[in-house]
């Protein structure tokens, strides 16, 4: 009984810990909840006129000839402009190459055959990113492409912006990444983001659909425990193949942290 109160606490400490900046709660969160995303992109983008018509999550977009991508948030609105919302901890996550690549996902997945590129609708990638990955001290950065000779906007209706999670100042998106920081719907200054927060903090059916969660942060904190005990054996010049035994990680796990600690 004891071990059952225990594994319950732990799972209660988790629920009542965690915030939208978990990629999977942000998922569950956003997950066809059309107000919570519409509310995010108008305070993000500046314009109350967004009325989104579709939201999904983990939205995989095939390539059949290279790399497929797997989508956080993606969304569209009545014009028919697409939002792909990533939610991005680690500075690396979030590199130009990768919403580069987003960008053209999206134009490769919604241009359909036959169509001009005329048709293209307006596509915007947003990385919201745990710390100020370009380190200007901004909230945001708006990236568009121009022209060099004229600084003129090049019009292509593609769009990246990066939104720093760590400026919550008093200002409406500042606001927004408070809520997005906060682990107390009761506190968080956005009802459609508070409301569904609240669902799954307090309500038993809320608690039953977070289960999935638990046992990734679980997984996650096992592999986290594996991975310290493996970097010290190798620290004390433990074999790889002594370090796979008793790790329990991969022979391929071991060789990338062997590689790291010796670079």
């Known amino acids: 009984m004891q ?36 509310r995010i992109l108008r ?13 999904s999550v983990q939205q995989w977009l095939q390539n059949l000839y290279g790399h497929s991508t797997q989508l956080d948030i993606l969304a569209d609105d009545e ?9 991005q901890r680690s500075d690396e996550g979030a590199s130009v190459q990768r919403a580069r690549f987003y960008s053209g996902a999206l134009d490769m ?11 293209l609708p307006d596509a915007y990638v ?9 380190k200007e001290g901004r909230s945001i950065y708006n ?46 200054h956005y009802k459609e983001l508070a409301d569904r927060v609240n669902y799954f903090k307090t309500s038993k059916e809320g608690e039953i659909d977070m289960t ?17 005990a493996a970097k010290k054996m190798l620290a004390d010049g433990m074999s790889l193949e002594a370090v796979v035994r008793y790790s329990d990680l991969s022979e391929e796990e071991v060789r990338a942290l062997a590689a790291k600690q010796s670079a």
């Not at 305070?43 to 939201?55: E, F, S």
């Not at 999935?212 to 310290?228: G, P, Q, R, S």
Request: aromatic letters at 10%; one cysteine or more.
């Open 126 to 134: 947003i990385f919201i990113t745990e710390s100020d990955v370009f």
């Open 3 to 38: 071990n059952i109160m225990e594994r319950y606490q732990t799972f209660r400490q988790v629920v009542d810990d965690i915030t939208l900046m978990n990629n999977r709660f942000m998922n569950k969160v956003f997950d066809g909840n059309i107000p919570a995303t519409q």
């Open 79 to 87: 014009n028919g402009t697409q939002f792909n919302v990533e939610i």
């Open 43 to 55: 305070v993000i983008l500046k314009n109350d006129k967004i009325k989104v018509r579709k939201v």
């Open 212 to 228: 999935d969660i638990i046992e990734a942060y679980a997984n996650n904190k096992a592999k986290e425990v594996a991975e310290k």
């Open 109 to 119: 997945h919604f241009l359909d055959t036959g169509e001009k590129y005329e048709d």
């Open 143 to 188: 990236v568009e492409r121009s022209i060099n000779e004229s600084g003129k906007a090049f019009g292509d209706g593609s769009h990246i912006v990066y939104v720093n999670a760590a400026c919550q100042d008093d200002t409406p998106l500042g606001r927004l990444m408070q809520d997005f920081n906060c682990n107390d719907p009761a506190k968080m």
